[in-house]
């Protein structure tokens, strides 16, 4: 007999129940070094078939299954089961409306990083070989390039919570400073235009919840903070 | 929850918003300090009410005090202001900046009437 472990789970379907309720399940401890999403696929799998979450690469690239675990954003299939306290508590990232179970809407969210125009903008023709970087050069987007738009991050900002209709959030502004950075790219003028706005950039008041919360280990606020300086620089 | 982003565009406003606060905070970090030296100079005894006269009468003390005082609402205005953006998401909003700017700006008229027509 393994040993059990704790773990309840938000459970919500819009189109059969009135409201969202918490289930409790025991899942046994199957192999050491298991992970979150070990133990969701074990609960699909050998418990309750109806448990709906996203998932795909298993290994924190993909960004798929970012949720709220024991109140910390995070992506199961990189949190060790090992340290969590239990019973462990599982939500869907918080502020996106639930489509079912701990999958949200993201429409909003990808819609925002549609707007700061997340690919390379050259005014010149096309070179017969690739776009050329120093070494330096590609350093400077250390930092920034890893981001995997999971949410995470800008789902546990309080700043997106109340203005997120308007403010981009620290994923998207992170992506904006990857291309505001990067030596390739020639507009960073429109693009420094397009955020220079009170509730756009300046929303962000450093709270810091989005470093604690990057599964990556990457500091949005770090990247805000450097495009107020591009700015800064700009001005004065 | 928000589904679908209803972008307006740059206003082209928050970089002197951020500017003016940190600017404001450094004169205050600079100059709030010296108010509390005084204060604790009556306090401690070091300075009497015609000393504490002296240095306030002094040219140089009312153009500081001037600044303090400007930066202290210019500070005050743009948290406030933050604020209310922040939790206040209808149209309210605009009628407590306005209404807030206009009893700072009298309050600091006032402030610097007393600070200019002391001892004449």
Not at chain 2, 50 to 78: C, E, K, N, P, Q
Request: hydrophobic letters at 45%.
């Amino acid at each position: 007999m393994s040993k059990m472990l704790q773990i309840e789970i938000y459970r919500y379907d819009p189109e059969k129940d009135a409201e969202p309720y918490m289930q409790a399940f025991e899942v046994p401890l199957e192999k050491m070094g298991m992970k979150l999403l070990d133990v969701l696929n074990y609960i699909k799998w050998h418990l309750d078939g109806t448990l709906t979450y996203r998932r795909s690469c298993g290994e924190g690239v993909c960004g798929s299954d970012g949720m709220n675990i024991n109140g910390v954003n995070g992506l199961a299939c990189i949190t060790a089961i090992e340290g969590l306290k239990q019973p462990i508590k599982v939500r869907p990232l918080p502020s996106m409306e639930v489509i079912r179970d701990l999958v949200v809407d993201t429409t909003h969210f990808f819609d925002q990083y549609r707007q700061i125009k997340p690919w390379l903008q050259s005014k010149q023709p096309t070179p017969e070989h690739e776009r050329l970087q120093t070494p330096d050069e590609r350093a400077e987007l250390d930092g920034s390039y890893e981001c995997i738009m999971c949410g995470c991050c800008t789902t546990s900002c309080p700043s997106w919570w109340w203005n997120g209709d308007r403010f981009m959030g620290p994923a998207v502004l992170l992506q904006a400073d990857r291309w505001i950075k990067d030596s390739r790219d020639e507009a960073t003028g429109e693009r420094l235009d397009q955020l220079e706005d009170a509730f756009k950039l300046y929303r962000c008041h450093q709270i810091m919840n989005c470093m604690e919360a990057c599964p990556k280990g990457l500091n949005p606020t770090a990247a805000i903070n450097h495009i107020k300086r591009t700015l800064l620089n700009r001005k004065s | 929850m928000v589904k679908k982003t209803h972008d307006l565009g740059s206003a082209h406003s928050g970089f002197k918003d951020w500017y003016w606060q940190r600017l404001s905070a450094v004169v205050l970090a600079v100059l709030l300090p010296g108010v509390f030296i005084l204060l604790w100079s009556v306090y401690i005894g070091a300075l009497d009410q015609f000393g504490l006269l002296d240095w306030l009468d002094s040219f140089v003390s009312r153009l500081l005090h001037t600044l303090l005082i400007v930066a202290l609402i210019v500070h005050a205005y743009m948290g406030l202001k933050v604020m209310i953006e922040d939790y206040v998401h209808t149209g309210l909003r605009v009628v407590l900046i306005a209404l807030m700017l206009v009893m700072m700006s009298l309050f600091g008229m006032w402030w610097l009437a007393l600070i200019w027509a002391w001892g004449g």
